[in-house]
């Protein structure tokens, strides 16, 4: 079983930027493939960025250019930078991890993007 804690999320007027924290458990999260979705108001839950066990970054087309995806294997973290945010952006952010085929999910973060 694989714990997650999420961190980050907020309220942020349009062009800030916002950095979301994934904490997962585990001797071997370096071995551990991990994502971010996120669930807009009134809409399909989407994938917006993954980064797997050899640190190979994929992102959504709608956030390519403004955020990135990191981990750090000694802190057992994932990250996610976003940067200019916008309006659209607005949704219940979720740490996702994937090991030996089972998904494990966070508790979700919002991160609201208002003026």
């Known amino acids: 079983q694989v714990q997650i804690v999420e961190s980050g999320g907020g309220l942020v007027q349009p062009g800030g930027s916002l950095r979301l924290s994934c904490k997962a458990s585990g001797r071997i999260f370096s071995m551990y493939n991990m994502a971010w979705y996120r669930h807009p108001p009134g809409k399909e839950r989407e994938l917006v960025a993954s980064?797997?066990?050899?640190?190979?970054?994929n992102y959504a087309d709608s956030v390519k250019g403004r955020f990135t995806i990191s981990r750090d294997n000694a802190k057992n973290t994932m990250y996610l930078q976003m940067n200019n945010l916008k309006p659209e952006d607005t949704a219940v952010y979720y740490c996702?991890?994937?090991?030996?085929?089972?998904?494990?999910w966070g508790q979700g973060t919002q991160v609201t993007v208002s003026s």
């Open positions: 980064v797997n066990a050899i640190s190979r970054n």
């Open positions: 996702n991890v994937n090991f030996r085929g089972t998904d494990y």
